[in-house]
T-cell receptor, first 111, second 112 residues
Framework: GENVEQHPSTLSVQEGDSAVIKCTYSDSASNYFPWYKQELGKGPQLIIDIRSNVGEKKDQRIAVTLNKTAKHFSLHITETQPEDSAVYFCAASTYAGKSTFGDGTTLTVKP | NAGVTQTPKFQVLKTGQSMTLQCAQDMNHEYMSWYRQDPGMGLRLIHYSVGAGITDQGEVPNGYNVSRSTTEDFPLRLLSAAPSQTSVYFC???????????FGPGTRLLVL
């Protein structure tokens, strides 16, 4: 089955700096790669996603890149703000709709 | 739209008891899934459904049963609760795979 590894497990940055979270996946059949943000006591919420036919996608301060050959994808957050502090999860899924999640990254943005 | 709703929000069980975690969505999504989340770990798929009457096992199905009699509802049954099932349970739905999943607020379960 699919295996998704996510690094780092914790990340602390100063407000205004950039944050990068990386994930690798094992199943070449995976074709959809979402990123979720989970705030304390809440369910995960999608922040950005990318499909296997696209190399990069950007939405304001958030961007995701995908390297299919190397089987890795990354989340980039620029100009970080304290409200970006949360746990971030990457995931990989196939046409079957089964998603495999990484173990999460706890991002702390210090004011 | 209420989105994905889950009940109860919190439950305490004794070992050996059974219970059902409820999940409902009002977005007419075909796909629904149950995940468990343990401290320091990601979400692990328990069971999923691609439509009414169709269910399949995920990564950690043992000790859990599901059924999907309607598009809206996808209950998760714990047959005989064990302390190892102490976790936070999330239900999610999507139009189809692979697509964005919408998660419920979670059910926090403690098995003593």
């Amino acid at each position: 089955g699919e295996n998704v590894e996510q690094h780092p497990s914790t990340l602390s940055v100063q407000e205004g700096d950039s944050a990068v979270i990386k994930c690798t996946y094992s199943d070449s059949a995976s074709n959809y790669f979402p990123w979720y943000k989970q705030e304390l006591g809440k369910g995960p919420q999608l922040i950005i996603d990318i499909r296997s036919n696209v190399g990069e996608k950007k939405d304001q301060r958030i961007a995701v890149t995908l390297n299919k050959t190397a089987k890795h994808f990354s989340l980039h957050i620029t100009e970080t703000q304290p409200e970006d502090s949360a746990v971030y999860f990457c995931a990989a899924s196939t046409y079957a709709g089964k998603s495999t999640f990484g173990d999460g990254t706890t991002l702390t943005v210090k004011p | 739209n209420a989105g994905v709703t889950q009940t109860p929000k919190f439950q305490v069980l004794k070992t050996g008891q059974s219970m059902t975690l409820q999940c409902a969505q009002d977005m007419n999504h075909e796909y629904m899934s149950w995940y468990r989340q343990d401290p320091g770990m990601g979400l692990r798929l328990i069971h999923y459904s691609v439509g009414a009457g169709i269910t399949d096992q995920g990564e950690v199905p043992n000790g859990y049963n599901v059924s999907r009699s309607t598009t809206e509802d996808f209950p998760l049954r714990l047959l005989s609760a064990a302390p190892s099932q102490t976790s936070v349970y999330f239900c999610a739905s999507s139009y189809g795979g692979p697509e964005t999943q919408y998660f419920g607020p979670g059910t926090r379960l403690l098995v003593l």
